[in-house]
């Protein structure tokens, strides 16, 4: 049984376009190369033929999890989200109480995750730490530099 992926509807697009891209532009590439090294010959001893079915059996089995989280995905209903306390695809403004940086970051599903955009996994220590924290609420969160204390400064869509 396959584990429930949960996803935002641009998740779920973008994994899908990328299925689409693995299977209508490198499954047939592959299958070339393939194709071209049989026809140099012998195959027992062909480099180009072992490397092609190698990248042939590694794209495979990537189209095989993404067919997965695909089939299993769940779309999160942004609608039903709030402010109260700290969830997922919430925007947090934390402050840091040791050197008083403030930071926001945006909790997301695990493959949505992007720290050039400021989004962090809800897998994340932080996000963990945060999860059904309210605003004000300061929470020591254990990083791998030491345990940190953040306050919670707001929560928003």
């Known amino acids: ?22 299977v209508n532009v490198e499954r047939p590439a592959i299958s070339k190369q393939i194709g071209e090294a049989i026809e140099k010959g012998d195959i027992s001893e062909n480099a180009e033929y072992d490397a092609a079915k190698d990248a042939q059996g590694m794209l495979e089995a990537k189209i095989a999890e993404l067919q997965s989280k695909v089939a299993n995905a769940r ?13 997922i695809l919430n925007k947090v403004t934390i402050k840091n109480k040791r050197n008083n940086t ?5 909790i997301v599903p695990e493959g949505e995750a992007d720290l050039k955009q400021m989004k ?13 924290r309210k605003v004000g609420d300061v929470v020591d969160i254990k990083v791998p530099s030491g345990l940190i204390p953040f306050e919670i400064v707001e929560i928003s869509i």
């Not at 973008?14 to 891209?21: A, F």
């Not at 779309?75 to 969830?87: G, H, P």
């Not at 403030?102 to 945006?106: D, E, H, I, L, S």
């Not at 962090?120 to 059904?132: D, F, V, W």
């Open 75 to 87: 779309i999160l209903d942004e609608s039903k989200i709030n402010t109260t306390q700290v969830q």
């Open 102 to 106: 403030t930071m926001q970051y945006t």
């Open 120 to 132: 962090i996994s809800a897998t994340t220590p932080i996000a963990k730490g945060l999860m059904g």
């Open 1 to 22: 049984m396959s584990q429930v992926t949960y996803l935002t509807k641009e998740g779920l697009q973008k994994l899908r376009k990328e299925l689409d891209r693995l």
